[in-house]
């Protein structure tokens, strides 16, 4: 599998209504999705049980997130994250669905590039590459 397709991944946004919870901690009903690549393969809004925003970190944590979407979110929560391999993606605001896409968007947009081996008559002095692969370069976006 080529390193730079991303394989299945679980995405969680705290919940105001249908907008992302200003600060993480303060809901606990989110929007749990699962992709493949840049596909929603299945989506669900659940009432985390946990008690206080540690709770809520240590379940999102066991259902296996590996991002995080949220509003403002104190420097311990998300050091804890990072801490456990999580992305978080912080200080967003407006609808989950909205950003979630904007998010895929901005992947999808990916910058890609073909790199042709050198031949002989390209190479610098003395230098072959016989190489018959081509490299294909992928540049990810990130959200801040």
Request: hydrophobic share 35%; proline share 4%; with cysteine.
């Amino acid at each position: 599998m080529n390193p730079a397709q991303k394989q299945t991944a679980k995405i969680a946004v705290p919940l105001f209504k249908d907008r992302v919870a200003p600060h993480f901690g303060v809901s606990s009903t989110f929007l749990l999705m699962e992709t493949h690549g840049t596909t929603i393969c299945r989506e669900a809004t659940w009432n985390i049980q946990g008690k206080g925003p540690m709770g809520i970190a240590r379940r999102l944590t066991d259902l296996g997130v590996e991002t995080l979407i949220c509003g403002g979110i104190p420097s311990r929560y998300k050091d804890w994250f990072i801490g456990k391999g999580i992305t978080v993606l912080d200080n967003q605001k407006g609808s989950a669905r909205e950003i979630v896409e904007t998010l895929f968007q901005k992947k999808r947009t990916v910058a890609r590039m073909t790199v042709q081996p050198f031949n002989e008559e390209e190479t610098e002095v003395g230098r072959k590459d016989t190489s018959e692969k081509v490299t294909e370069i992928a540049i990810t976006y990130c959200v801040e």
